[in-house]
């Protein structure tokens, strides 16, 4: 008989956010690999924040806060964020599924005019 915990009693810590950020770069690679909710869609016509720049944030950007357990098991949320040609911030809150594909959440500009 084996000493280990049940997995069920085991914990799943974070990803740390280096390492959340460097997988959300290299899936957003290709675009096949991003999946837009409605709601980030219906938010990014609502703030006239174009598909490029968001695709750009998750390519380039940087995580802000904290990473915490998505919704279901396997998921992984963060939100990615990036200065768009030294004007504006715009986030991109983005769930990693699996560590196979991602989830955009929704788009918003970070800072409030």
């Not at 899936?27 to 709601?39: E, M, R, T, V």
């Not at 968001?54 to 380039?60: I, S």
Request: charged share 30%; no cysteine.
């Amino acid at each position: 008989m084996s000493n280990e915990p049940p997995i069920a009693e085991l914990m799943a810590f974070a990803p740390r956010p280096n390492d959340f950020v460097s997988r959300v770069r290299k899936l957003a690679s290709d675009s096949k690999n991003i999946k837009w909710g409605i709601h980030a869609r219906e938010r990014m016509l609502e703030r006239d924040i174009p598909i490029r720049v968001a695709l750009t944030v998750l390519r380039e950007g940087t995580v802000m806060g904290g990473i915490t357990a998505g919704a279901n098991p396997g998921e992984w949320k963060g939100k990615v964020v990036l200065n768009v040609k030294g004007r504006r911030d715009v986030g991109v809150v983005t769930i990693l599924v699996r560590d196979d594909h991602i989830k955009v959440k929704t788009v918003e500009w970070e800072d409030i005019r």
